[in-house]
């Protein structure tokens, strides 16, 4: 349990940003308004106070949008804070912001290469330089050094003395990617009191604290050593995680910064909360057209969506975007979509699933995956399109990662075709180098294949505690496409050894046999990919209690565990799946 002050900076913040959520998502009832007339963070600030925040909400907020990756959350963050926000589109738009926030997302190079192009590089520097209310975000902070080792070596905006480099580590999974605690090192009206909240991240490379930076660092955290999480001179901000992706902490920090919000002296206590990244909870919705044409979720047994009855409709387990927002409530660490439906044409013109992410985005914030169809297409027309188009239009819909499956299977079977040789032309290489590795997930769709000896196939196996039906001691998982129905000859380890290479930042590793079956994830699957490489894996398929989260994470390397049909039903809640993890010693998101 956590402990802190009723009253402390951190909670009443927090609390407040819990109620600003449910006033964007339209469900605040009669005591969350009294709650909000009363709030501690107005009372503490008295009349004058209250009445300047009023009118900051008149001045317009100012974001520099250069067209990479989710900008979507942090405008409608923004917006749920009653703040009117406007594009900076060109060097005129700086002069006049009054208040500016630059969520960065994407490469380092990529990100310079268009501020530069739009002759945005001098008017920003200007603006930093002038001390005027800068608010950064991940890339937005990371922009402000030197430079970075990234894309080969790039000079940034030289705000800040320091490079930025990729984390190193023997053992280290890169990217960091989830809710981690922070270090606040000086009293600040963007941080104070957070030592006990922990925030989402979502970046493999990082600045580090340096005697020339020092007064530079605001917060800092702890992943493979110390990284500098936030920075504060004056009114220029900067902070390496997510606001707008770490729920009511996120708006909270928002919050201070739009409101100038002053320091309070109450920061360094030592958090009440285990350390450590946290295993991360990702509630699932597999989304598709049922016979009437609705999007509804939906949920299958070894990949079955229909109904057993005569009708043999698809399952219709509840409407998507409420489903969403009731997890974001129920405490979710994420949300993923995949939509399953089998496409004839291309996935843009799938309007209702661009909706889907367009309305979820509003009021749910935490990360937001969306799968399906996201490959090179020639539509009915003879027009044809890539990947990255399909991808950018998820991005810009809402999205912070897209996951990639059958196409990813094609593209790792080419790679070892031609010897293991990166064109740079793949989906995932241009997914990749455009908005960064953290925004590609591989979605792996494996079942089992038992064999007596490891000789009988090229695909690395395992020795299994489950023998085949006629007695197998060994297994090797064996990818599919077209959801499932047809299999490759590739397996899971070969296929994320491959996706790694090419350039994905997360495997999402499902098992065909276990869904929907309730008897737990498969270990040993986990296992075997867990050690073929560096990234994230996040286990998938199989959970039917609490205790099967638990047991994934202390008997596999996977940073965070999904499940659909269990929290669909309300079998299990996802609030009572973290209790159980908390109760159990797991680093974990209250």
């Not at 949300?335 to 799938?350: E, K, M, Q, S």
């Amino acid at each position: 349990m956590r402990a802190a002050p009723v009253a402390s900076p951190a909670r009443t913040a927090r609390a407040r940003g819990l109620r600003l959520a449910a006033r964007a998502r339209g469900d605040g009832c009669a005591v969350t308004r009294r709650a909000v007339t009363r709030s501690p963070v107005r009372r503490g600030r008295g009349r004058a106070n209250a009445t300047h925040a009023t009118n900051a909400a008149k001045e317009p907020v100012y974001l520099l949008d250069y067209g990479a990756g989710n900008v979507r959350s942090v405008r409608n963050a923004v917006t749920a804070l009653g703040f009117e926000v406007r594009d900076v589109k060109t060097p005129k738009d700086l002069s006049e912001a009054k208040k500016l926030i630059f969520p960065g997302v994407g490469a380092y190079g990529s990100a310079m290469d268009i501020l530069r192009e739009r002759g945005l590089i001098e008017p920003l520097r200007e603006y930093v330089r002038a001390d005027k209310p800068f608010l950064g975000v991940c890339l937005g902070l990371q922009l402000l050094f030197d430079g970075s080792e990234e894309s080969g070596g790039v000079e940034g905006l030289g705000l800040i003395p320091g490079s930025v480099d990729k984390f190193r580590g023997e053992g280290l999974i890169v990217p960091h990617i989830g809710w981690n605690l922070t270090n606040t090192k000086k009293s600040s009206g963007l941080m104070d009191g957070m030592e006990s909240e922990r925030v989402y991240f979502v970046h493999s490379y990082r600045a580090t604290p340096t005697e020339a930076n020092k007064d530079w660092v605001l917060a800092t955290c702890d992943y493979g050593g110390e990284f500098i999480a936030s920075v504060q001179k004056g009114n220029v901000m900067a902070c390496q995680f997510h606001p707008e992706k770490s729920g009511a902490t996120g708006l909270g920090v928002f919050q201070r910064f739009l409101e100038d919000a002053k320091p309070t002296g109450q920061f360094g206590t030592a958090p009440s909360v285990t350390n450590g990244l946290a295993r991360r909870v990702i509630a699932c919705l597999d989304v598709r057209s049922n016979d009437s044409g609705d999007l509804v979720v939906t949920k299958g047994d070894s990949y079955d969506v229909r109904e057993k009855d005569e009708g043999g409709d698809v399952r219709n387990l509840g409407k998507p975007v409420e489903l969403a927002g009731k997890y974001f409530k129920q405490g979710a660490d994420e949300v993923a979509f995949l939509n399953i439906t089998g496409y004839r044409d291309l996935p843009l013109t799938d309007a209702p699933m661009l909706e889907v992410l367009r309305r979820s985005s509003e009021t749910v914030f935490v990360p937001l995956t969306v799968g399906g169809g996201i490959r090179d297409f020639t539509d009915s027309n003879g027009k044809s399109y890539t990947a990255l188009e399909v991808a950018s239009a998820y991005f810009a819909s809402g999205a912070d990662k897209v996951s990639i499956g059958s196409d990813a299977v094609y593209v790792a079977e080419d790679w070892y075709a031609s010897g293991k040789v990166n064109t740079g032309k793949t989906s995932v290489e241009q997914i990749s180098e455009r908005y960064g590795v953290q925004a590609v997930v591989i979605s792996i769709d494996p079942r089992r294949q038992y064999v007596a000896d490891p000789s009988m196939t090229k695909n690395k196996c395992v020795e299994t505690s489950r023998p085949g039906p006629n007695g197998e001691k060994y297994v090797w998982f064996q990818c599919t496409v077209k959801g499932g129905r047809e299999g490759r000859d590739i397996g899971a380890y070969e296929l994320a050894i491959a996706m790694e290479a090419l350039g994905a930042g997360e495997i999402l590793l499902n098992c065909i046999d276990e869904d929907g079956q309730g008897n737990g994830f498969d270990h040993e699957l986990v296992n075997l990919v867990s050690d073929a490489v560096g990234i994230p894996v996040i286990a998938s398929s199989g959970a039917g209690c609490p205790e099967h989260f638990t047991n994934v994470f202390n008997v596999t390397k996977c940073s965070a565990a999904l499940a659909a049909g269990i929290f669909h039903r309300e079998e299990v809640l996802v609030s009572e799946v973290k209790a159980h993890m908390t109760s159990n010693g797991l680093p974990t998101r209250a």
